[in-house]
């Protein structure tokens, strides 16, 4: 059975889904995703931060990328490592990320 290749945008579109409990923003636009790596095969070791260090929610949110990432068809793995070295500010939301008016 061949098994699809993964690419680091394939994660970022899947971990869209995922919002930021108190901001209900996407974790993507967030810009709480630092890196992807993918040197390992079917492993996904996904580098990110919560908006503040001391977040009440950052155990659920590395556990929800953990397992949307293993969700996906080629991936065995996610490792998730929270980081607060860059912290994270305003500055990192993408447009998508900021408020409508």
Partial sequence: MLVPEVTEQDIRNALREIEDPEMGTSIIDLGLVYEIDMT???????????????????????????????????????????????????DMVSLFGLPRT
């Fill in 40 to 90: 390992e095969p079917a492993v996904a070791k996904i580098k990110m931060t919560t908006t503040t260090r001391f977040c009440p929610a950052s155990g659920y949110i590395a556990d929800a990328v953990r397992q949307r990432v293993e969700d996906i068809d080629g991936i065995s793995r996610a490792v998730v490592d929270l980081v607060y070295e860059p912290a994270w500010s305003p």
